[in-house]
C-alpha cells in the first residue's frame, strides 16, 4: 500500500515541480548521509552542518541515518532560522525506539532562549510521554497544537513527519505521510530570532532526548503545499530542483588556486550552466541572453568545472549553477550564488617564541611582539604599555629573537614599533635594526639593514613597516638594535608578525593523528606551492620511514594496508632548486570489514531488498532453515547487536539433516593482515543442535560450550582462517545449524574480519538462560529486576531485592553449562541508589538440586563498594575477589549479608559473574 502511494506521489507531483521554480526556499537540509564522524552535512548548500554529540550512524529510510539513544543530539548553527519569521516547514522521517517510546522527547527544537523553557519559535514532541504529539510555536507564550497519536506512528517504523506554521493564516498543521493529521487555527505568533537549534532533544540540553532513528531532516522558510509535502515524502520535494553541496562551501576561504569546482546536481538536471567571476553583480545578474562575461560554460553534462588558469592570490570569486531540464520544456532554474576566497599569497606563522638578551620589567617581557596584546580586530594597536616589549641593553648589543615552529619560506615581516601615548617624546620605538636568520639557531646569515618607522601614538595605530625577507629558509630571525628614534636608552617593539610562502606540504588526509581510516584509502595532502613533485615516506615507526614513491600530484595510492595499524607518512615538498621536509604525521587503520551487518535490507520484496533474497534459506536451498521473519519487517529489530537489525535464522531439522543460510560474494579475506572471522549469535530457550559455518564449503563447527546457542543474551564467534584453508578467494559463507531433529532460532549480527583471533571464551560461567530463583524466593522483587537480571550479561539491568535491609538476600542459580569450578566472583553496581550497593557476599555450591543443600565455599568484604567514597554506577569492582576452590558443584547460591550504611531497606545488583572452568 505504501509503495502504491508513493508512486502516485512521484507521478502527480513530478509534473508540477518540473513545470516552474517553486518559492519554497530549503534553508537548511540534512539528509544524515554522511556515515561517519560527528558533522551533518547541510544538503541545501547554505552551509549550516550541524555538529553532532555521540553519533551513532546506521541505514535509514533513504540512506544513512542518525540514531539517537539518550546522548546524541545535532546543534544546528541557528544563522539556518535567519529568514523565518512568519512562515516554516519542519519535515523529516522518524523511527522511534519501541522499547523507549512514548517517552517525554523534543525531537527539534528552535528557541530564542534556551535556557527559557516558554522561549519555543518551534519545537515539537513526538511524542510526549503520555502518547500526545506536542507542536508549539512562536514562544514566549507560544501557540500549541496537541492530538494523541496512536503508536503505530511514532514507535517501530518509519513515519514522514511534518510540522507547518502560517502566522499570515494563521495556520499550525501536522501532517503525517503526506496527508493532514491535525491542524489549529488563530496561530499568529511569529519565530523570529532564534538563537539555539537543535534536533534529537530541547536547546537546553536539560530534557527531552529523543530515542530512535532519525533521517531526511528539512527546514524551509515558508509554509509549504501539500503536493510539495508529497514530494518531499519521495525523497525530492521543492527546492531539490536546483544545485545543492557546492565544493568549495559558500563563502569558504583559502582555496587553492588551481581549485575544481563540483556540486550536486539538481533532481531533474540535464545539463548545466556555470557562471563565474569575480563580481557579484555579474555573476548574479547574467544569463544566457546577457552572458556578461561571466557564462564560462553553457549545457554541459557534468556537475564539475575547472576555472581557467590560475585563480588570483585573496581573490574572491563567485559562482552560480543553473540546471537545465531536457525536453520538451528545457526549463532553467536559476541557482543561487556562491562565492570563496582564493588562498592569499602568504600566512602569519603562528606560535612563535620571542626572547631577548636586555633587561626588562615583568610583563613587559618579549613574548608581548608576538602574542596578540594591545591588537584589536582590525590590527590596530593600542597605547598601553602593558601590551609591549620595551628593554634595556645589557652588556651586549641589544637584540630581540623570535623562534617558529618549524622551518618556513619566509614571505616578509610586519612591525608595530612602539607606540605608548608621549611615543613621540620618549622615543623608544627600534629605528636601525639589522635582521638575521638561521636554520638552527647556531649559524647565521645577515639579510640586511632595515630602518623602521616611528609609530603614531595613537590607538588607531598599524603596522607601518614591511620588511621583505626574500623568501629565505629560517627557523630563527633576530633583530639587533642600532638605534632607537630617542636618547633615552631604552628600546621597543608593540607587535612583529611573520608571513611565509606554504612551499611545505600541509593538510594532511587522512587528519593527523586519525583513526578508522579506510584501508584501501588515499593519503592526500595540501601541495607545497612551487613543487614539481612530492615524496612519499610510509612506514610503521616514526623514525624509520621509507620512500614509498615519488608523485607529481597530491595524492598517493598506498595499496592495501593492515588493519588496526599505526602508520607515519611524511611528504617532502619537491620545487626546481630546493626541497621542503613536511611534518611526519600518522593515522590508524580501521580495526576491521563489515561482512555484513544486515542495516541495508528492507522489506521491498519487488526490489530485491529483503533479507532473504540476499541470505538463501531453506526455500531455495533445501535445508531446514527460514531466513527472516515471515511478515514484516523481515529483519529483526529488537534484537540487535549494533546498528538496526540482525538476521533471524529459525531452524527444523525434524525432516533434514541440517539447517543454513548461504551468502554469496567475491573476497580476498588474505589481504590487509586478516587473520580471523568473527559473528554475533543470540539464542533462545530450548534451542537445541551444532553451530557451524562454512567457508567455500570447509565447514567449521562452533568450539564453545553447546549449551551458547540456548542463551537469550549475544555470544561471540572468532574463527581462525587458518582453519579455512585458502580464503584467497572466497565465493560463500554459511551459517548452519545440524543435529538430528535439532531446532529453534538464532539471530546473527555484525559478520567481521578482523586482524587477529579475539578471545571469545569467558571465564564466566553463568550467563542469560540459566536457571535463576531469589533467596528468600518469595517474588519481593519488582517485576523487571528479577533475579535472573544479575547474570543476564547486561549492566543496564538489575537485580532489587525489597528485603534486603532486613536479612541476607541474593540467588540461586543452576548455570547451562553444568558442572564448573568456581573460583571467583565480579560484581557491577546498579544505576542509582548506592546504598543498596552490597559490601560482604557469601558463595555456597550444591550438587543436591538448586534447592540446596549448600556448602559454604568463600566469604568476605566487596572491598570497593565498602569504601567511604562511593564505587561509580554501572561499574564492576577493580580489587580482584578470588578464592580457593578445586570442587565442582552443579548449583551456585550468592548471598549478600550486609549492605552500606543508610540503607533503604532494599538490596540491588546489576551483574554478577562467576568467574571459572567448565568440568566436562
Not at 555521540?54 to 539513544?69: E, R, S, T
Request: proline letters at 5%; one cysteine or more.
Amino acid at each position: 500500500m505504501c509503495r502504491r502511494i508513493n508512486a502516485v506521489i512521484c507521478v502527480v507531483v513530478l509534473g508540477l515541480a518540473l513545470a516552474s521554480v517553486s518559492e519554497a526556499a530549503l534553508v537548511g537540509w540534512w539528509k544524515f548521509d554522511d556515515g561517519s564522524g560527528s558533522i551533518a552535512k547541510d544538503s541545501s548548500g547554505r552551509g549550516y552542518h550541524g555538529t553532532i554529540t555521540d553519533p551513532i550512524w546506521v541505514a535509514g529510510h533513504y540512506g544513512g541515518a542518525l540514531d539517537f539513544q539518550g546522548t546524541s543530539y545535532v546543534d544546528v548553527p541557528p544563522e539556518s532560522w535567519s529568514t523565518i519569521e512568519r512562515q516554516a516547514t519542519v519535515s523529516f522521517w522518524a523511527y522511534g525506539d519501541p522499547d523507549q517510546q512514548p517517552q517525554a522527547n523534543f525531537i527539534f527544537g528552535a528557541f530564542s532562549d534556551p535556557a527559557n523553557n516558554e522561549a519555543r519559535r518551534m519545537s515539537a514532541h513526538v511524542p510526549w510521554s503520555n502518547g500526545n504529539v506536542y507542536f508549539d510555536t512562536g514562544g514566549p507564550g507560544y501557540n500549541r497544537i496537541e492530538r494523541a497519536a496512536d503508536p503505530a506512528d511514532y514507535e517501530g517504523t518509519w513515519t514522514f513527519w511534518t510540522f507547518l506554521k502560517n502566522a499570515d493564516t494563521g495556520d499550525q498543521q501536522i501532517y503525517i505521510n503526506g496527508e493532514l493529521w491535525h491542524s489549529g487555527t488563530g496561530m499568529t505568533n511569529t519565530m523570529e530570532g532564534v538563537t539555539k537549534f537543535t534536533i534529537g532533544t530541547k536547546p537546553s540540553l536539560l530534557e527531552g532526548w529523543y530515542r530512535g532513528m532519525i533521517d531526511d531532516f528539512r527546514l524551509y522558510d515558508t509554509a509549504l503545499t501539500i503536493e510539495e509535502i508529497q514530494l518531499a515524502m519521495t525523497g525530492r520535494g521543492p527546492g531539490l530542483e536546483l544545485a545543492s553541496n557546492p565544493a568549495p562551501e559558500n563563502e569558504a576561504s583559502d582555496i587553492p588556486r588551481d581549485v575544481v569546482l563540483s556540486w550536486e546536481a539538481g533532481e531533474y538536471a540535464v545539463t548545466h550552466d556555470v557562471y563565474f567571476g569575480a563580481s557579484f553583480d555579474d555573476v548574479n545578474t547574467a544569463g544566457r541572453g546577457n552572458p556578461m562575461g561571466v557564462l564560462l560554460s553553457q549545457g554541459q553534462a557534468g556537475a564539475t568545472f575547472d576555472p581557467p588558469g590560475l585563480l588570483d592570490f585573496g581573490q574572491t570569486y563567485y559562482w552560480r549553477i543553473d540546471e537545465v531540464n531536457g525536453a520538451p520544456d528545457n526549463a532553467i532554474f536559476k541557482g543561487e550564488t556562491w562565492s570563496f576566497t582564493a588562498e592569499p599569497l602568504a600566512y602569519p606563522v603562528t606560535g612563535v617564541f620571542a626572547t631577548s638578551n636586555g633587561v626588562f620589567d615583568e610583563g613587559a617581557g618579549p613574548q608581548n611582539t608576538v602574542n596578540g596584546s594591545g591588537l584589536n580586530a582590525d590590527d590596530q594597536h593600542s597605547t598601553a604599555a602593558g601590551d609591549m616589549w620595551v628593554a634595556r641593553p645589557g652588556d651586549e648589543p641589544l637584540y630581540i629573537q623570535f623562534e617558529f615552529d618549524r622551518l618556513y619560506k619566509l614571505h616578509e615581516m610586519l612591525v608595530w614599533n612602539y607606540n605608548v601615548q608621549f611615543e613621540m617624546l620618549l622615543g623608544f620605538g627600534l629605528k636601525d635594526v639589522t635582521v638575521e636568520y638561521s636554520v638552527d639557531g647556531e649559524d647565521w646569515a645577515v639579510l640586511g639593514d632595515v630602518q623602521l618607522s616611528q609609530a603614531t601614538a595613537a590607538a588607531t595605530y598599524t603596522a607601518n613597516t614591511t620588511v621583505a625577507l626574500e623568501g629565505v629558509a629560517a627557523r630563527f630571525v633576530r633583530l639587533t638594535v642600532n638605534s632607537g628614534w630617542g636618547m633615552m636608552g631604552q628600546y621597543g617593539l608593540s607587535e612583529v608578525r611573520f608571513m611565509y610562502i606554504p612551499a611545505h606540504a600541509r593538510q594532511p588526509q587522512p587528519a593527523d593523528d586519525a583513526a578508522d581510516v579506510s584501508v584501501d584509502g588515499a593519503l592526500a595532502w595540501r601541495a607545497g606551492r612551487d613543487a614539481v613533485s612530492h615524496e612519499v615516506y610510509l612506514g610503521t615507526e616514526a623514525d624509520a620511514l621509507a620512500l614509498a614513491g615519488t608523485v607529481t600530484g597530491n595524492s598517493y595510492s598506498p595499496g592495501a594496508l593492515n588493519l588496526a595499524t599505526t602508520y607515519y607518512w611524511q611528504v617532502n615538498a619537491i620545487q626546481e632548486t630546493e626541497s621542503w621536509e613536511g611534518d611526519v604525521w600518522s593515522f590508524t587503520a580501521q580495526e576491521f570489514i563489515v561482512v555484513e551487518d544486515f542495516e541495508s535490507y528492507t522489506d521491498d520484496i519487488e526490489a530485491g531488498e529483503a533479507i532473504f533474497d540476499t541470505w538463501l534459506d531453506g526455500w531455495v536451498n533445501d535445508t531446514g532453515s527460514t531466513v527472516g521473519h515471515l511478515n514484516t519487517p523481515f529483519a529483526e529489530r529488537t534484537i540487535v547487536h549494533s546498528g538496526r537489525q540482525s538476521m533471524p535464522l529459525s531452524y527444523d531439522n525434524s525432516t533434514v539433516a541440517t539447517s543454513e543460510a548461504d551468502y554469496a560474494l567475491t573476497a580476498d579475506w588474505t589481504q590487509y593482515g586478516i587473520e580471523s572471522l568473527s559473528l554475533y549469535f543470540y539464542g533462545a530457550e530450548g534451542n537445541t543442535g551444532q553451530l557451524y559455518v562454512k567457508i567455500n564449503n570447509t565447514k567449521i563447527a562452533y568450539d564453545g560450550p553447546a549449551v551458547n546457542i540456548a542463551r537469550p543474551s549475544w555470544q561471540l564467534w572468532s574463527i581462525d582462517l587458518s582453519q579455512a584453508g585458502n580464503v584467497s578467494s572466497v565465493t560463500s559463507l554459511t551459517i548452519g545449524i545440524e543435529g538430528a531433529g535439532a531446532t529453534g532460532v538464532l539471530y546473527i549480527d555484525d559478520i567481521r574480519l578482523y586482524p587477529e583471533v579475539l578471545d571469545y571464551t569467558f571465564p564466566d560461567v553463568t550467563g542469560a538462560g540459566d536457571t535463576v530463583q531469589g533467596v528468600p524466593n518469595d517474588g519481593d522483587w519488582p517485576a523487571n529486576e528479577a533475579p535472573e537480571m544479575a547474570i543476564d550479561d547486561n549492566v543496564n539491568t538489575k537485580y532489587l531485592h525489597r528485603k534486603g535491609g532486613s536479612q541476607p538476600t541474593g540467588f540461586q542459580v543452576a548455570p547451562l553449562v553444568g558442572s564448573a569450578i568456581v573460583t571467583g566472583l565480579t560484581f557491577t553496581t546498579a544505576n542509582d541508589d548506592y546504598g543498596r550497593d552490597p559490601t560482604s557476599f557469601e558463595l555456597y555450591g550444591s550438587n543436591a538440586s538448586i534447592d540446596g543443600p549448600y556448602t559454604l565455599i568463600a566469604a568476605g568484604d566487596i572491598v570497593d563498594f565498602s569504601q567511604a567514597t562511593v564505587w561509580p554506577r554501572f561499574t564492576r569492582n577493580a580489587t580482584p575477589i578470588e578464592f580457593e576452590n578445586t570442587v565442582a558443584y552443579r548449583y551456585y547460591q550468592l548471598l549478600f549479608p550486609t549492605l552500606r550504611p543508610n540503607n533503604d531497606g532494599l538490596m540491588q545488583i546489576a551483574e554478577v559473574e562467576f568467574l571459572g572452568a567448565i568440568v566436562p
